[in-house]
């Protein structure tokens, strides 16, 4: 078994076994369906269509993801058990990749009971599967970014609580990003800068049914890029 | 073994390690002795692999902590001060954690949790989740992670510290069970433990190594490293207090003391290194001067006294 295997595994399980995760569930799965079902009226407008209860993922998980992503370290520094792991031989890459793994895997779980909610509004109209399908790795891609982001933060953080503040705050800075051309004005390369720095834009296009790779290009390098600072991070602190 | 090079480590201006050097060879127990914040726990931790070196020159079973930081810890066994344990995990749990990051699986992974808690003591905590383990129970839990991977090094950082007096003697007896087949690096501010545990001990003081060698010895360099005390039967105070003029060695600390009838004790301090020649010397001078010598007995300088000179403590 690679460390990674075991590191993943045990974090995994450790998300199963505190609050946050089943905290995440329940907001994510109550709150997303709330959202389609009573603020957007899903029923009212009559269209065979789950954009609406895309389109607000990126804010819902800039508030919710941070709670998963905020003990990675600030939590092991916190408790002293990021000795313990620190000093088994592993990497520091190896330690943020599987602690990374074990929270897209609890994202996963939850988004596979969230299934439930186009499950049960199949039989109201001709919804596509392929748009759906799209949707659902838009949603991977982009709490895969905001996780990688989640961790970065924490390891620079001294507490759970900043760790979720600093991450919260990023996170919705970034989500509202693309708006800032309209709100000031600008327009040109900065404005489409901003847009394509914004998650939210490229979320956008899979919420469309959309599959284009420079949007999968965008996440992933997200992801690697916060990943690789968060690494960095931990050898720097050994190392200062 | 170990072997440590001009090793310096800062925090921020803080300067905690100031250029110390030493060496372990394999096999055996050392000793990290100093006061707090004497860099103990720092140096540990470099070896551990958990900081890097500031600078100088750190190697485990011969590889470079700066070159090769993952195979620097495949050698060594780590305890630190507080034994860190996930709460929510059993013993068995980490202990089968620990296995699994160091490639070990299947049947022999069962092995080598099953020895590793047997060795460390920590056999009947394996079904229990670390919260529910006292601090003894903790410690050789965090022993037998120490110990998972059968690693040539081992070091412990204050690993009797918090435990009752039965578990402190059950840990020492275990740490010098594990000294007999591979290096034990371990810090302690308890000198008796030092000098129970270690046949050689570093002192260090503000980042600095103040003093190395047997513990039973490392007072050997002071100026009155040594006492004699002899107890001599003579005719009377007059004839010991004359005799005492042409005694050639050792210098009598005090006036002597009535020990019984016509007994006398005697109390000499010797120039470093000369010990043995100035008991000698107290023999033929017994002899010569028609006294019989009742008692001779060499007194070394009580360690706590060489930690306090050496660190610039009172040592009351």
């Given at each position: 078994m690679?460390?990674?295997?075991a590191?993943?595994?045990?974090?995994f399980?450790?998300?199963?076994?505190?609050?946050?995760?089943?905290?995440?569930?329940?907001?994510?799965l109550?709150?997303s369906?709330?959202?389609?079902?009573l603020?957007r009226?899903f029923?009212?407008?009559?269209?065979?269509?789950?954009?609406?209860y895309?389109e607000?993922?990126p804010a819902?998980?800039a508030?919710?993801?941070?709670?998963l992503?905020m003990?990675?370290?600030a939590e092991?520094?916190?408790t002293?058990?990021y000795?313990?792991?620190a000093?088994?031989?592993?990497?520091?890459g190896?330690?943020?990749a599987?602690?990374?793994?074990?929270?897209l895997?609890?994202?996963?779980?939850?988004?596979?009971l969230?299934?439930?909610?186009?499950?049960?509004?199949l039989?109201?109209?001709?919804?596509?599967?392929?748009v759906?399908?799209?949707?659902?790795?838009g949603t991977?891609a982009l709490?895969s970014?905001c996780?990688?982001?989640?961790q970065?933060?924490?390891a620079?953080?001294r507490?759970p609580?900043?760790?979720?503040?600093?991450t919260?705050?990023?996170?919705?800075?970034?989500?509202?990003?693309h708006?800032?051309p309209?709100?000031l004005?600008l327009?040109?390369i900065?404005a489409?800068?901003?847009?394509?720095?914004?998650?939210?834009?490229?979320?956008?296009?899979?919420?469309?049914?959309?599959?284009?790779?420079r949007?999968?290009?965008y996440?992933?390098?997200?992801?690697?890029g916060?990943?690789?600072?968060?690494?960095k991070?931990l050898v720097?602190?050994?190392?200062? | 073994?170990?072997?440590?090079?001009?090793?310096?480590k800062?925090y921020?201006?803080f300067e905690?390690?100031?250029g110390?050097?030493?060496?372990?060879?394999?096999g055996?127990i050392?000793?990290l002795?100093?006061?707090?914040?004497?860099g103990?726990?720092?140096?540990?931790?470099i070896?551990?692999?958990?900081?890097?070196p500031?600078?100088?020159?750190?190697r485990?079973a011969g590889?470079?902590?700066?070159?090769?930081p993952?195979g620097?810890?495949r050698?060594?066994g780590?305890l630190?001060?507080?034994?860190?344990?996930?709460?929510d995990?059993?013993a068995?749990?980490?202990l089968?954690?620990?296995?699994?990051?160091?490639g070990?699986?299947g049947?022999?992974?069962?092995?080598a949790?099953?020895?590793?808690?047997e060795?460390?003591?920590?056999?009947?905590a394996?079904?229990i989740?670390?919260?529910?383990?006292?601090?003894?129970?903790r410690?050789r839990?965090?022993l037998?992670?120490a110990?998972?991977?059968?690693?040539?090094v081992?070091?412990?950082?204050?690993?009797?510290?918090?435990?009752?007096?039965?578990q402190i003697?059950q840990?020492?007896?275990?740490?010098?069970d594990l000294?007999?087949?591979?290096?034990?690096l371990?810090?302690?501010?308890?000198?008796?433990?030092a000098?129970?545990?270690?046949?050689?001990?570093?002192?260090?003081?503000?980042?600095l190594?103040a003093?190395?060698?047997r513990p039973?010895?490392?007072?050997?360099?002071?100026e009155?490293?040594d006492?004699?005390?002899?107890?001599?039967?003579a005719?009377?105070?007059?004839?010991?207090?004359?005799?005492?003029?042409?005694?050639?060695?050792?210098?009598?600390?005090?006036?002597p003391?009535a020990?019984?009838?016509?007994a006398?004790?005697?109390?000499?301090?010797?120039?470093?290194g000369t010990?043995?020649?100035?008991a000698e010397?107290?023999?033929d001078?017994?002899?010569?001067e028609?006294f019989?010598l009742l008692?001779?007995?060499?007194?070394?300088?009580?360690?706590?006294?060489v930690?306090?000179r050496?660190?610039?403590?009172?040592?009351?």
């Amino acid at each position: 078994m690679s460390p990674i295997l075991a590191v993943f595994r045990r974090e995994f399980r450790s998300h199963l076994n505190t609050v946050p995760a089943y905290l995440f569930a329940a907001f994510f799965l109550s709150v997303s369906a709330a959202w389609l079902f009573l603020a957007r009226g899903f029923f009212v407008r009559g269209e065979a269509s789950l954009r609406s209860y895309f389109e607000v993922l990126p804010a819902l998980l800039a508030v919710l993801l941070p709670a998963l992503t905020m003990r990675s370290w600030a939590e092991e520094r916190r408790t002293g058990t990021y000795e313990l792991l620190a000093t088994l031989p592993v990497r520091p890459g190896e330690l943020v990749a599987a602690k990374h793994l074990a929270v897209l895997g609890v994202v996963g779980s939850v988004l596979v009971l969230s299934l439930s909610v186009p499950l049960s509004v199949l039989r109201f109209g001709a919804f596509d599967v392929g748009v759906l399908v799209t949707e659902y790795i838009g949603t991977l891609a982009l709490a895969s970014a905001c996780a990688a982001l989640g961790q970065w933060v924490s390891a620079r953080s001294r507490t759970p609580a900043g760790a979720y503040l600093g991450t919260s705050a990023l996170l919705l800075a970034l989500s509202a990003i693309h708006r800032l051309p309209a709100v000031l004005g600008l327009s040109g390369i900065a404005a489409r800068g901003l847009v394509w720095l914004s998650p939210a834009s490229h979320f956008e296009s899979f919420v469309r049914g959309v599959l284009d790779s420079r949007d999968l290009a965008y996440f992933a390098i997200l992801t690697a890029g916060f990943l690789y600072l968060a690494a960095k991070a931990l050898v720097r602190e050994a190392w200062r | 073994m170990i072997e440590v090079r001009d090793l310096r480590k800062s925090y921020g201006s803080f300067e905690a390690v100031r250029g110390v050097s030493f060496d372990a060879g394999p096999g055996g127990i050392v000793g990290l002795l100093g006061p707090n914040g004497a860099g103990k726990s720092t140096i540990l931790r470099i070896l551990a692999g958990f900081l890097g070196p500031g600078s100088g020159t750190v190697r485990v079973a011969g590889i470079d902590a700066a070159e090769d930081p993952r195979g620097l810890k495949r050698n060594v066994g780590y305890l630190p001060e507080t034994a860190p344990l996930y709460p929510d995990m059993t013993a068995e749990e980490h202990l089968a954690f620990a296995a699994e990051v160091r490639g070990i699986r299947g049947a022999a992974k069962s092995r080598a949790v099953r020895e590793a808690a047997e060795r460390a003591g920590a056999a009947e905590a394996l079904p229990i989740a670390a919260e529910r383990l006292s601090r003894g129970w903790r410690q050789r839990v965090g022993l037998a992670l120490a110990l998972m991977g059968d690693p040539p090094v081992l070091i412990l950082d204050e690993p009797t510290a918090g435990l009752d007096p039965n578990q402190i003697r059950q840990t020492r007896d275990l740490i010098r069970d594990l000294g007999r087949d591979r290096t034990v690096l371990l810090s302690t501010h308890i000198l008796a433990e030092a000098e129970a545990l270690c046949p050689e001990v570093f002192i260090l003081n503000r980042g600095l190594l103040a003093g190395r060698g047997r513990p039973d010895r490392i007072g050997d360099a002071f100026e009155g490293g040594d006492r004699l005390e002899a107890v001599v039967k003579a005719p009377g105070i007059r004839d010991l207090m004359r005799a005492l003029l042409g005694l050639k060695s050792g210098v009598p600390e005090g006036d002597p003391t009535a020990e019984g009838p016509g007994a006398w004790r005697l109390r000499l301090s010797c120039a470093p290194g000369t010990a043995d020649a100035a008991a000698e010397a107290v023999s033929d001078w017994a002899a010569s001067e028609g006294f019989k010598l009742l008692e001779l007995r060499r007194e070394r300088v009580p360690m706590e006294e060489v930690f306090a000179r050496l660190t610039g403590e009172d040592p009351a």
